[in-house]
């Protein structure tokens, strides 16, 4: 049984919460230790270590003299260097560093060189993206890659009896040759089998070759449901299959999506199989397509409607362990690609092309990690990558408060041999503040207000 997935079943919105507080508690704390241990190795020493903000619950000293705490109120952490006047290491206290003999200023955030400073405020984000990419990584290994040429591994359940066997290599379908699983074009070539319930398989079994008849290779089965979907807001569960749609008969996942772009908006009943539960009579749903901005593959978003299904392959392919460099760079490929997707979505939100109902706050996050336990360990710490990448990039934006405002002076400083001067500082403090707290009112009003 996957413990994760079991999560939400513990009462709707106590789970959400409980699933939200594991992603942040995980990403706050390898974020904090990044600045953490880069400071020490920096020669910069680090006076408490919280994970969670309010009333004290544990508290330890370590053999460097950081103060080790766990606090009542799971919504961040922070660390207060030496000399610091608070936990966001904005301003210094004076009284303090009045205090700290000349040997020991070094040891200051203050005090300290400013290479040792920058390495130490950029450290954050940084473990903000190992720590993706080391998920990724692992993921990697436990999803391995698909063998070539493409051999079944498990037999998706379907409302059919299907011919295929585990182990089987698929040589053919309806006379195609099957490409490379991995190869761009495998998509081209499912787009281009006829659209008919049997199709022709030719496969090799036991070194034998085999021709036999199989349902359509890419049935309208759910692999995976989008949170905050329509699909998922109905009670849709993973491995369901869909077979009608206001009365149609359907086989093909294409069928689905024509079916559902075609409503444009408008409610859609689906007949759905699900395994165990639909001897008789199929479940029935009731759904309406909503408006999704979707990448493209060249750069950009379009507008499409959607219901919020991830497609499924008749078959789970078999798969072989991947070595450790293709792991590694499939992780660093994919924190990248989010990099990316994640300013081209908020550069096109900024000029209109898009809709800014696209930017979660903290309640529509909290509900994503939710739906994501729900659907099980690897989906969830899927999630917890995707998010420790998005915090990383969003710390690195040049507000003042965040670790970005940060290195923006430290480069100030660089350029122009001092810092900014405190009057300076403390107004574009304030406005870094207004900035986000602007920022988190709009984005909370989302999660409100937009369907």
Not at 230 to 238: C, F, H, M, Q
Not at 265 to 275: D, I, Q
Request: net charge negative; hydrophobic share 45%.
């Amino acid at each position: 049984m996957d413990f994760i997935s079991q999560i939400p079943a513990f009462g709707g919105m106590l789970s959400t919460l409980f699933a939200f507080v594991v992603a942040l508690s995980v990403i706050v704390a390898v974020h904090e230790y990044g600045h953490y241990i880069v400071g020490r190795w920096s020669g910069i020493y680090a006076e408490v270590f919280s994970l969670g903000f309010g009333p004290v619950l544990f508290s330890r000293v370590d053999k460097h003299g950081t103060r080790w705490q766990l606090a009542a109120l799971p919504f961040g952490g922070y660390v207060k260097f030496l000399g610091d006047s608070n936990a966001a290491s904005v301003g210094s206290d004076d009284e303090t560093l009045r205090q700290v003999s000349p040997e020991d200023l070094r040891h200051t955030m203050l005090g300290a060189p400013l290479w040792a400073r920058t390495a130490t405020v950029a450290a954050g984000p940084v473990f903000n993206f190992i720590l993706s990419i080391a998920l990724f990584t692992v993921l990697g290994f436990s999803n391995g890659v698909v063998k070539e040429p493409l051999t079944v591994g498990d037999l998706r359940p379907m409302p059919q009896a299907v011919a295929l066997q585990p182990g089987d290599e698929i040589v053919s379908i309806a006379g195609r040759d099957v490409p490379s699983f991995s190869d761009p074009s495998f998509g081209d070539f499912l787009d281009t089998l006829p659209l008919q319930p049997e199709l022709d398989y030719v496969v090799r079994r036991d070194g034998a070759t085999v021709e036999l008849s199989a349902p359509y290779p890419m049935p309208a089965a759910i692999r995976q449901l989008a949170p905050r979907s329509a699909a998922y807001d109905i009670d849709l569960k993973v491995g369901d299959v869909i077979t009608g749609v206001d009365g149609q008969p359907i086989f093909a996942f294409s069928q689905l999506k024509d079916a559902v772009e075609a409503a444009n908006g408008k409610p859609l009943t689906l007949s759905v199989w699900r395994g165990g539960e639909t001897a008789g009579a199929p479940l029935e749903f009731v759904l309406a397509p909503r408006r999704v901005d979707e990448p493209k593959a060249g750069g950009g978003f379009e507008t499409n409607w959607r219901i919020g299904i991830v497609g499924a392959l008749l078959l789970d392919p078999a798969t072989e362990s991947p070595g450790l460099g293709t792991a590694l760079a499939n992780g660093v490929g994919l924190t990248w690609d989010i990099m990316v997707s994640s300013l081209s979505g908020l550069y096109h939100m900024v000029i209109g092309t898009i809709s800014t109902c696209n930017m979660s706050g903290p309640l529509g996050i909290a509900e994503v990690s939710g739906a994501m336990a729900s659907q099980g360990t690897q989906s969830f710490v899927y999630f917890i990558g995707l998010l420790s990448t998005a915090v990383g990039l969003l710390n690195l934006f040049p507000i003042p408060v965040l670790d970005g405002g940060h290195l923006v002076f430290y480069g100030y400083e660089a350029v122009s041999g001092r810092p900014p001067s405190e009057r300076a500082m403390n107004i574009l403090m304030r406005i870094g503040l207004t900035v986000i707290l602007g920022m988190m009112l709009f984005a909370l009003f989302n999660d409100i207000f937009c369907p």
